[in-house]
């Protein structure tokens, strides 16, 4: 089954620093990944995606992910925090092989942004 | 249309009530899924529907858990007899298109349930 960890519940950085939320998956067949944010008491919005076009995706708010399939991980940066970062996020994974039909989402990362 | 429109955002209801959840997904989205969110966790697939038609409900948490789309655009989510595990974030999404991977899903806002 495809599944996905996130390392850290919570990650905390000033203003204006590099933004690291890690997410590596299982899987033998490398699926479609995503990473959603969530605002308190929101649904989820779509970050970026990844379904095997370039290993490097750009998505909304200055964030970006690089798919490595040697380290099965997807990580998501931000070069700069703003204090609008602060948010939960989370990394989803579906599963290629068979249509693809749901995700599987991690337990998240709260982010927090220190002024 | 402005999105994926979830009614009510906040329900509160006694243990034993039944408890009905509305899903008004983007009109052209053909596929329509829920979801549910507990605190601290991501969240967890319940059922989908392709237009009218459930393709997948073995997720369904137990057999007080019921879905509809009887026409293909709107759907809603019964629980039954809740239960004070019941309480969480019910959550919709919808995606156009055969892949979740190609067109991603848009997500409501979700339907916050407590049960005192």
């Known amino acids: 089954a495809q599944s996905v960890t996130q390392l850290g519940s919570h990650v905390s950085v000033s203003e204006g620093a590099l933004v690291l939320l890690r997410c590596n998956y299982s899987s033998s067949v490398p699926p479609y990944l995503f990473w959603y944010v969530q605002y308190p008491n929101q649904g989820l919005q779509l970050l970026l995606k990844y379904t095997s076009a370039a290993t490097l995706v750009k998505g909304i708010n200055g964030f970006e992910a690089e798919f490595k399939k040697s380290e099965t991980s997807f990580h998501l940066t931000k070069p700069s925090a703003h204090m609008s970062d602060a948010a939960e996020y989370f990394c989803a994974v579906s599963d290629r092989q068979t249509g693809a039909n749901n995700l599987f989402f991690g337990t998240g990362t709260r982010l927090t942004v220190i002024p | 249309d402005t999105g994926v429109s979830q009614d009510p955002r906040h329900k509160i209801t006694k243990r034993g009530q039944n408890v009905t959840f509305r899903c008004d997904p983007i009109?052209?989205?053909?596929?329509l899924y829920w979801y549910r969110q507990t605190l601290g966790q991501g969240p967890e697939f319940l059922t989908y529907?392709?237009?009218?038609?459930?393709?997948?409900k073995s997720r369904l948490l137990s057999d007080r858990f019921s879905a509809e789309r009887p026409k293909g655009s709107f759907s809603t989510l019964e629980i039954q007899r809740t239960e004070q595990g019941d309480s969480a974030m019910y959550l919709c999404?919808?995606?156009?298109?055969?892949?979740?991977?190609?067109?991603?899903?848009?997500f409501g806002s979700g339907t916050r349930l407590t049960v005192v």
């Open positions: 529907f392709q237009n009218e038609a459930q393709l997948e």
């Open positions: 009109s052209e989205h053909n596929r």
């Open positions: 999404a919808s995606s156009l298109g055969r892949t979740v991977g190609v067109y991603g899903y848009t």
